[in-house]
């Protein structure tokens, strides 16, 4: 009341200047400015405004009072207005032009007449506003519906014990407003007649059009009953807004039809058959980089906002931490024998100062040809990851490593020609053999080759680079990432100094390991293009060839410690070279596990059916669609070490494939990434395996959910039950 006296003797004490400002000009009648007619449905009143142009009406000036015994009216329900800046009232919603309040009601009136009491506020662009208005208006509420309206609903009504109850036909019980609320959401408001009720988990939302795609339903909190026809539910009363998330494909205006599935009942009687309810949206016209609604994102979407939209320090900060965790990968530790090797090769006398500043040149030569690279493929919209595992290029450079090898367990020493090693001498002293420039090449080669390993901070850097066309930021992204991958690295070369014998016959044991570990790098990118079982042979082979530099099966020399270790070292080394071999004879592959062939405990692996085109992906969620069945697509190469991780330990986990459940597996094995599978990354925007895409019971991609890269088998599990549950 103190505020309505304070806001009256303020317009009151503010009109002469109004009117002064204005130019004498004597605004309209406020009964011709905000027009409105009153219109009686069954359990709601509706209130059909129409404000003259340069006039609103304030929303929280609106109240509404029965002043007829006998009915209660409800919560007035408004349609989104607009958001204003108001001189007397600050930030507010204003309604402008046509616009409908709804109102339900309960109750009966004598003779069926009511009086409805309504107080508003408006003013006008110029700055007038009139003094607060209070109006009342009579009409004829509708006769309650004849029992015979419906006779489905009567003979559900008597089946289930209802006596001579009437029931309303479902489109009063049930009655549907939408609206969009911004460009990107669709608000449906359901108005539920009194008595009756919604669930809250029979809602959906769908659409067979290309235009835009509804995402997971937003639904506000309801009330937990126990239901006789369905156990406890969660359910509605009186009026329920929800808000459906819009994925378009363009910022073009367009009209959409969505499908909004529901089911409801009355109050200890009937239940109607689930229904749905066409309506057609209108999407206003945005930009293409407009803000979109709040829905959920995946990790790699949300690393992408990092980049965009914090500072520099922010971001980079935290790629680098990325980095890091990244470096303990298995697509990142076949560097760390690449380096050692190039340290070992320095012989005997390497200082710690030129072995950290090897590794320095090692690491910005991986660091900005993974910048340069990424950044260059991003932008061309090229899987950077796929143009290096062409079999020739494998070949290529694992015989490379297979000859560095070689050369540590001392079959030829490898050196740049006479000529460059003197003009190398001469342009700097400290130069030995030009092994800077040298290993500034592995690392590059590194880059390229080795860290083939697609994760969430590096597609998120490349998305940026590629959607964005932020080079700079992406660029500075990936930088830091590389940088942060290397940070161990660094650590190598540090210690090297210390840690590796100085001179003697320990040297020559030592580099004939890291040999030992070259071959292994090479056996690991061939595994990529050739036979498991091959494979498996190599590694056995590598093994036994390590078993022999360890001393087997001639007699150990040495300190009693250290003999011991070299012991053990070399038995281990010999057991499982042979057993390796036994294994891949009885044709196993997994050198995690060699003998699984031979004894016959294989994991439980799960079975994928195997798509090539974006013409069978849709084929295929068609058919699952059919069966009411959830999908799961598996971006596969074989080389790619983290698919294969994927495969291995998470799939392969019994709590991962119970909460599968029924998913149709489906898996686009991309290993010879020609046109067909390029065809299929790009339709989802994808830029290389290991990545997953989850669609639900009706195909649609369930938008925010995506797996980049590797995870463990308990956070998958958790993330398929989040997933599937969106449904």
């Known amino acids: 009341m103190m505020n309505k006296i304070k806001y009256t003797l303020l317009i009151a004490l503010l009109w002469p200047l109004v009117i002064q400002a204005a130019d004498e000009f004597v605004p309209p009648p406020p009964a011709e400015v905000f027009q409105y007619e009153v219109e009686a449905q069954p359990g709601r009143i509706l209130i059909h405004w129409s404000v003259m142009p340069e006039f609103y009406l304030y929303k929280h000036r609106f109240s509404f009072t029965s002043r007829t015994p006998g009915i209660n009216l409800g919560k007035a329900l408004y349609p989104a207005g607009e958001i204003h800046e108001d001189e007397f009232f600050g930030r507010q919603e204003i309604f402008r032009e046509k616009f409908t309040v709804s109102i339900p009601y309960s109750g009966k009136a004598t003779g069926g007449s009511f009086e409805l009491e309504m107080k508003l506020q408006g003013c006008a662009d110029y700055g007038f506003c009139y003094v607060p208005l209070t109006w009342t208006a009579t009409l004829q509420l509708p006769a309650s519906p004849a029992g015979g309206g419906n006779k489905l609903l009567a003979l559900l009504g008597n089946s289930a014990g209802a006596g001579a109850r009437e029931f309303l036909p479902e489109e009063q019980a049930f009655q549907l407003e939408t609206w969009m609320e911004d460009a990107y959401t669709v608000v449906a408001r359901w108005l539920i007649a009194d008595g009756y009720y919604l669930y809250a988990e029979k809602f959906t939302a769908s659409s067979d059009s290309r235009l835009a795609q509804p995402g997971p339903l937003d639904l506000p909190q309801g009330v937990i009953k126990t239901d006789r026809n369905f156990g406890e539910m969660e359910i509605y009363y009186e009026q329920i807004e929800i808000r459906i998330p819009l994925s378009r494909a363009g910022p073009e205006a367009a009209t959409v039809s969505l499908s909004l599935g529901f089911q409801g009942c009355a109050e200890d009687a009937i239940c109607y058959p689930p229904g ?272 022999y530099y360890l001393g087997a099966p001639r007699q150990i020399t040495g300190a009693g410690r250290w003999r011991r270790l070299r012991q053990a070292a070399a038995l281990g080394a010999l057991i499982y070279g042979l057993l390796a071999i036994a294994g891949a004879l009885g044709g196993g592959s997994n050198p995690l596990r060699p003998v699984e062939s031979i004894t016959g405990s294989q994991a439980n692996h799960v079975t994928f059916q195997r798509i090539k085109s974006v013409a069978e992906l849709d084929k295929a969620l068609a058919g699952a669609a059919a069966q009411h069945r959830a999908a799961l697509l598996d971006f596969y190469a074989d080389w790619c070490v983290s698919c294969i991780e994927m495969e291995e330990y998470t799939f392969t986990d019994p709590a991962v494939q119970a909460a599968l459940g029924d998913t149709l597996l489906l898996q686009a094995d991309v290993t010879a990434n020609d046109q067909v599978d390029q065809e299929l990354l790009q339709h989802f925007g994808i830029y290389g395996p290991p990545t997953i895409v989850f669609f639900d019971h009706q195909g649609r991609e369930l938008q925010g959910y995506r797996v980049v890269g590797f995870k463990p088998a308990e956070e998958f599990s958790a993330h398929l039950t989040e997933a599937f549950g969106a449904r």
Do not use: H
Request: proline letters at 6%; charged letters at 10%; glycine letters at 10%.
């Open 276 to 547: 749905t309810r066409i309506v057609a949206v209108d999407l206003p016209e945005t930009s293409a980089d407009a803000v979109r609604p709040a829905l959920k994102k995946s990790e790699t979407d949300m690393l992408s906002d990092l980049v965009k939209n914090s500072s520099p320090l922010v971001f980079v900060a935290a790629f680098f931490g990325f980095g890091l965790l990244l470096a303990f990968t298995p697509c990142v530790l076949p560097m760390v024998p690449i380096l050692s090797g190039i340290i070992a090769s320095q012989g005997e006398n390497v200082t710690t100062a030129r072995a950290f500043s090897l590794s320095l040149t090692y690491v910005l030569g991986m660091a900005l040809t993974y910048t340069i690279a990424g950044a260059a493929f991003a932008s061309a919209g090229q899987q950077v990851q796929a143009v290096f595992q062409q079999p020739w290029i494998i070949g290529l450079f694992a015989a490379l490593f297979v000859a560095m090898a070689l050369a540590m367990f001392g079959f030829y020493e490898i050196q740049m020609p006479g000529a460059l090693q003197s003009r190398a001498s001469d342009a700097s002293g400290t130069q030995k053999r030009g092994t800077f420039i040298g290993t500034a090449i592995m690392g590059a080669l590194s880059a390229l080759i080795v860290t083939a390993c697609v994760a969430p901070p590096l597609v998120a850097a490349l998305t940026v680079i590629g959607q964005a066309g932020d080079v700079f930021r992406g660029g500075l992204a990936l930088f830091s990432l590389s940088m942060g991958m290397g940070t161990p690295l660094l650590l190598v070369g540090a210690s090297a100094g210390k840690l590796l014998p100085k001179a003697g016959p320990w040297m020559v044991t030592v580099k004939a390991l890291f040999g030992v570990m070259l071959l292994g790098v090479a056996v690991w990118m061939v595994g990529r293009i050739i036979p498991g079982p091959v494979t498996l042979a190599l590694w056995g082979a590598t093994a036994l060839v390590g078993a």
